[in-house]
């Protein structure tokens, strides 16, 4: 049950919104998409769901492409809103259900449930419009969670929430990925991504700028900060090779550098010069990463 | 089919159980009893309203006048009593200006032994009272001619014999006279019918789409089900709505003049005795309501597609609306001729055929082949919109922006292939 999606352009007119794009997203695991606004997360996400067709590569769900037979076991989150503001909340978690292939009354038995769990039963038989923007959002994640769906492609769905139901909604979404659910979700939230997803892209501009584990990306990324403290100057570190940058701090420095190696030679150097009182390899943060990524393309 | 039926439903439940349509629902059934009972209510009002006897104080200086207008007022049925007073004019008239009397009349016989009456009353807008005086005071002259010429009552009887005036239409197309007025009335009613309901109901379409669409829903929507069949099921649904509707107004009307009192089918009711007319006119009423309906929520459904907010809806649509406001004055223009030749021609243009054409089925005896030719070509644009419109709705529904102008078609049709 994966879904794989291999070499895909999409192009309106002259503009490339999505230009080249592998991904491999394995059964139950979780991946995440980061980018800037316009980046051409939610027209790929609108090609997984079929709505768009990319002009190369193709996209596949267990081998096969994906298409409205398929549909049942997909659930979708758009962007915003994506409800009727002036349906009741229980008619349109029904009725959106329904098109997804799930039993009347079987879906009524689930809203039950679901509400409770975000903790917002009293809303059963209100207007989507009387509700606040955190709420309507939870509603738009049960309608894209209700249906059990095998594929879950989730656009911006922390967006407008409180930290509260945040923790919320992560619990919920863990919850259905550890029944085996695939699940896919944009955010430009880097945290929320370095927590849930084991693996991610960082799209720019239409290009995969960085794709791959946490755990490679940032090993790759190829720079990382030592952080030095000491009694003495620590200037003559600052020409070593493979110190990209020096930010000088109250007792000592902390030094981007390209590689373990040289982040160990630092350390022989500074051992040579005097004790240190403090020697650390801080991994660069997913908002480092992309920070150095996406501005070096835009500059 | 599963989800279209769906999504039928969607549309046609939700706007069923809005609280506008069972209010405007339950407003038109209201009204359609109170029309039909009109002429009782009014009836029943008239007690308070005027018509009740009336005594006219009249100055008769001939003296040989007051008798006569009494005895012609008699014979009218008229509740006007006239009452010969002595009083001066001048008097009189500072009655009626403190309003002790609504009026007076003054009468004399001039040298040529012609009635000269003057009537002088305060109120500008009463016209009944004075035309029966009018009227009466004719026959008195007529009387006081006659006296004079020594004309015996049949003589005067024989000149004013009414000539026997009777309309012979030998046009092939044309109806008989009572045929053409009951038919007018008929086709007047239902055009108002088909026009309300097509602007209403494909307005109602447009914005329906342009909401989903707004809020993001249609992404979720298309995304189970094809634009094409989500399209299609929309009209269908607010259509079914629109027929529901329509039948339940028509129900009421039945049901409204059925049992209103005998009475008052002689009055307005017998604007609406309809004995005469040809059953094929409803049926043709049904098929171009139906034929107008679909051929306008297609196109709406299209423009709604293409706007991103549901205030650009309006302006959308803009043209759509113009062309049935068109169609409307056309056939409105043919109430009273229906045989003018422009109207031919427009009868065959899709857009204005279900009011034209109706107008022109109704109140001529067409051919058979006209209205069959105008709803074959109707039939076919509908499928061509049908299809050309469901490959824009494909790429309008996912394109987002100040799109606002007819132009995004050909953008939309671009999205949509890709």
């Known amino acids: 049950m994966s879904l794989q999606i291999e070499h895909v352009t999409k192009r309106f007119g002259d503009f490339t919104a999505v230009n080249d794009l592998s991904l491999t997203v394995g059964e139950g695991a979780m991946y995440g998409f980061l980018g800037a606004n316009g980046a051409g997360k939610t027209t790929t996400f609108r090609m997984i769901l079929g709505l768009l067709t990319p002009n190369e590569g193709r996209i596949t769900w267990n081998g096969k492409p994906i298409s409205y037979a398929t549909s049942p076991h997909i659930g979708y989150l758009p962007e915003e809103r994506g409800l009727y503001p002036k349906m009741k909340v229980e008619e349109q978690l029904l009725f959106l259900a329904e098109l997804r292939g799930m039993k009347r009354s079987d879906a009524k038995r689930e809203i039950g449930g679901w509400l409770d769990r975000f903790e917002v039963p009293q809303y059963l038989n209100k207007k989507v419009e009387e509700l606040s923007k955190g709420n309507q959002q939870k509603i738009q994640v049960i309608a894209a969670l209700l249906h059990k769906p095998k594929l879950i492609i989730l656009d911006e769905p922390f967006s407008g929430l409180d930290p509260v139901n945040v923790e919320m909604l992560k619990k919920a979404i863990l919850d259905i990925r550890n029944s085996g659910a695939t699940i896919v979700f944009s955010s430009h939230r880097m945290d929320h991504v370095e927590e849930l997803c084991e693996q991610f892209s960082i799209i720019d501009h239409g290009k995969q700028i960085v794709s791959g584990t946490l755990k490679e990306v940032k090993r790759s990324f190829g720079k990382q900060n030592v952080r030095i403290r000491s009694d003495f100057k620590l200037d003559a570190l600052a020409g070593l090779p493979g110190v990209n940058s020096v930010k000088p701090t109250v007792e000592g420095a902390v030094y981007q550098v390209d590689s373990d190696e040289t982040a160990e030679r630092l350390l022989t150097e500074a051992l040579k010069a005097g004790p240190v009182r403090q020697f650390e390899i801080e991994e660069p943060t997913l908002q480092d990463i992309f920070i150095a990524k996406v501005g070096k393309e835009h500059a | ?418």
Not at chain 2, 138 to 153: C, F, H, I, N, R
Request: charged share 20%.
């Open chain 2, 1 to 418: 089919m599963r989800e279209f039926w769906i999504i039928f439903k969607q549309a046609f439940m939700t706007k069923a159980r809005t609280k506008s349509f069972v209010i405007t629902t339950v407003l038109v059934v209201a009204g359609i009893f109170l029309l039909s009972n009109l002429p009782r209510i009014l009836d029943s009002i008239d007690g308070i309203g005027g018509d009740e006897p009336t005594t006219l104080k009249v100055i008769d200086a001939s003296g040989q006048l007051g008798d006569p207008l009494t005895a012609v007022l008699q014979a009218n049925e008229s509740d006007i009593t006239v009452e010969p007073t002595e009083e001066s004019e001048k008097d009189l008239e500072k009655q009626v200006r403190s309003e002790d009397i609504d009026s007076f009349l003054t009468l004399y016989l001039d040298e040529t032994n012609t009635i000269q009456a003057k009537y002088t009353t305060l109120s500008s807008i009463e016209t009944s009272l004075p035309e029966t005086l009018r009227n009466a005071l004719q026959t008195v002259q007529a009387g006081v001619k006659a006296d004079e010429l020594s004309l015996s009552s049949e003589q005067v009887d024989s000149l004013f014999t009414q000539v026997n005036f009777e309309k012979n239409n030998i046009s092939a197309s044309a109806k008989s006279e009572d045929e053409l007025n009951q038919a007018r009335i008929l086709v007047y009613i239902l055009m108002f019918v088909i026009y309300f309901a097509v602007i209403l109901y494909s307005g109602m379409i447009a914005t329906e789409v342009a909401t989903e669409k707004s809020s993001r829903v249609m992404e979720i929507l298309i995304s189970s089900v094809s634009p094409v069949k989500h399209m299609f099921a929309k009209v269908l649904g607010i259509g079914t709505l629109g027929i529901v509707q329509i039948v339940l107004y028509g129900i009421a009307g039945f049901i409204a003049f059925k049992t209103s009192p005998s009475e008052a089918t002689e009055g307005i009711g017998s604007f609406f005795n309809f004995t005469d007319i040809n059953p094929m006119t409803l049926v043709y009423a049904v098929v171009f309501f139906l034929l107008g309906y679909f051929l306008y929520a297609t196109l709406a459904a299209l423009l709604g597609s293409l706007v991103s907010r549901t205030e650009d809806v309006q302006q959308m649509i803009m043209p759509m609306t113009l062309m049935i406001v068109a169609a409307f004055i056309l056939a409105a223009s043919g109430l009273g001729n229906p045989e003018l030749v422009y109207l031919k021609y427009a009868s065959f243009f899709p857009f204005f055929t279900p009011l034209v054409m109706f107008l022109r089925v109704g109140m001529l005896d067409l051919p058979m082949w006209e209205p069959l030719l105008a709803i074959a070509i109707m039939l076919v644009t509908i499928f061509v919109l049908g299809w050309f419109g469901a490959r824009v709705y494909r790429g309008g529904v996912l394109m987002y922006g100040p799109s606002r102008s007819l132009k995004d078609i050909k953008k939309a049709i671009q999205l949509g292939k890709e």
